[in-house]
């Protein structure tokens, strides 16, 4: 499909990477774009300037504000799911199961209720396209972020599913792949990121290509790439005994 002409709604559009996919889909000639957000009344004014942008309330742990966007956003001809958190949890150890339920809550159940509500919307509108958001932790784990691990390969393997689902009305379905980006949730991260503003790039072009994947980053590649090897190579230093 073609980002120009297009009608896009993004989630979590005020920062990070959302808000690189709705300066993106702007330059490249969107006709309108959804910055949904979970509190309108916390964007200033003067946020997005462009008249093309309509703020909408839409909170992935909210079923009635999906429904609601969903009927408001009649016109929607790519979604973007890019929404999420990070808590930080593991699986085990002392902490409870609370932040990875919220994991899973936000970044499979959420995403997927998003999908539901919009897919009768694509189909309306010829099919158009969703974007997923996904991870290169979708295919590894490392301490610290394995309930974020965990949801984010449950969100891959949703992603090709809805896409098998959706293939007969028309819809690309693309799951989008990166490492670390250099925005507020990666704050703490001390490593290579990639610009925000990159990985919009890369999601849209494959959107224009009809690429059903796109791993955004040397990262992602890295770790895809690893995934046919014994699992034992990737992991052998976090494996090894401590001193």
Do not use: C
Not at 22 to 29: A, F, I, S, T, Y
Not at 139 to 162: D, I, L, P, R
Not at 190 to 203: M, N, Q
Request: hydrophobic share 50%; net charge negative.
């Amino acid at each position: 499909m073609n980002i120009a002409g297009s009608v896009a709604l993004v989630t979590g559009a005020n920062r990070g990477i959302g808000r690189s996919f709705v300066d993106e889909l702007l330059e490249r000639g969107a006709a309108k774009v959804y910055a949904a957000v979970r509190r309108p009344d916390a964007v200033p004014a003067d946020e997005f300037p462009d008249p093309r942008v309509e703020v909408l309330r839409l909170d992935l742990l909210d079923d009635a504000t999906v429904t609601d966007a969903a009927a408001h956003a009649t016109d929607v001809t790519l979604l973007v799911n890019n929404a999420g958190i990070t808590t930080g949890s593991n699986l085990l150890g002392t902490d409870d199961l609370a932040g990875v339920r919220r994991e899973l809550d936000t970044h499979f159940w959420g995403t997927l209720g998003v999908i539901r509500a919009f897919a009768p919307v694509l189909a309306a509108n010829g099919g158009g396209a969703i974007v997923n958001v996904n991870s290169a932790l979708s295919w590894f784990s490392t301490n610290g972020a394995n309930g974020y691990a965990v949801a984010k390969a449950a969100e891959w393997a949703m992603t090709n599913g809805v896409r098998l689902e959706l293939a007969a009305q028309g819809t690309l379905v693309q799951a989008l792949h990166l490492g670390a980006a250099d925005t507020d949730m990666m704050a703490r991260y001390d490593g290579p990121k990639i610009a925000p503003r990159a990985v919009a790039a890369a999601s849209l072009d494959g959107v224009e290509s009809a690429a059903i994947e796109v791993l955004a980053d040397d990262w992602s590649r890295l770790v895809k790439s690893s995934l046919a090897n014994d699992p034992s190579e990737f992991y052998a230093e976090a494996l090894a005994p401590r001193a």
